[in-house]
T-cell receptor, first 115, second 113 residues
Framework: EPEVTQTPSHQVTQMGQEVILRCVPISNHLYFYWYRQILGQKVEFLVSFYNNEISEKSEIFDDQFSVERPDGSNFTLKIRSTKLEDSAMYFC?????????????FGPGTRLTVL | GENVEQHPSTLSVQEGDSAVIKCTYSDSASNYFPWYKQELGKRPQLIIDIRSNVGEKKDQRIAVTLNKTAKHFSLHITETQPEDSAVYFCAGVYGGATNKLIFGTGTLLAVQP
């Protein structure tokens, strides 16, 4: 069964450094998402992406964040200058279509630790 | 606004007992309400979902009910087993074509053997 994959599984970085989190969505999916989960808290929506542009972003997704689909398979989340509070698990998800009843499939996550 | 409330935050049951987790959603949620199970350090995994054209859906030991009038939906797990122990999240879909998931705060279910 196809799965969403993410790399790396764990990233440790110094405050102020740039990080890029990578995701490979399921191949025929058209809608892509990033979510964040701070340890012990709920999963929070960051951004949705369709047709090579951002569809919607949350208040968390400020100017330090950006997303890109550089080729036909990868979907990346960049944080330009990391802060301590960016430490969290970041999940990528994809769905086949954009209707309200289309299942989103989650990747295994990247644990980001900012020191 | 876009909000999903979830209760309880923790739930401890004896193996074989039933567990019920409840959620309420705000007005603008769409017609689809998934439930995710998350084991420690793992990804959220869809276990069951319900669309608003039905009031109940069942899959073996798991069932979900939806009350659109009250904006409530609930997860029911019967004959609980230790492997059911995990964090369970309800979610609502918001944003029309954007289709973003707004999650509840999660319920830590502990099934005592």
């Amino acid at each position: 069964e196809p799965e969403v994959t993410q790399t790396p599984s764990h990233q440790v970085t110094q405050m102020g450094q740039e990080v890029i989190l990578r995701c490979v969505p399921i191949s025929n999916h058209l809608y892509f998402y990033w979510y964040r989960q701070i340890l012990g808290q709920k999963v929070e929506f960051l951004v949705s992406f369709y047709n090579n542009e951002i569809s919607e972003k949350s208040e968390i997704f400020d100017d330090q964040f950006s997303v890109e689909r550089p080729d036909g398979s990868n979907f990346t989340l960049k944080i330009r200058s990391t802060k301590l509070e960016d430490s969290a698990m970041y999940f990528c998800a994809s769905s086949l279509a954009g209707g309200g009843d289309n299942e989103q499939f989650f990747g295994p996550g990247t644990r980001l630790t900012v020191l | 606004g876009e909000n999903v409330e979830q209760h309880p935050s923790t739930l401890s049951v004896q193996e074989g007992d039933s567990a019920v987790i409840k959620c309420t959603y705000s007005d603008s949620a769409s017609n689809y309400f998934p439930w995710y199970k998350q084991e420690l350090g793992k990804r959220p995994q869809l276990i069951i979902d319900i669309r608003s054209n039905v009031g109940e859906k069942k899959d073996q030991r798991i069932a979900v009910t939806l009350n659109k009038t009250a904006k409530h939906f609930s997860l029911h797990i019967t004959e609980t087993q230790p492997e059911d122990s995990a964090v369970y999240f309800c979610a609502g879909v918001y944003g029309g074509a954007t289709n973003k998931l707004i999650f509840g705060t999660g319920t830590l279910l502990a099934v005592q053997p």
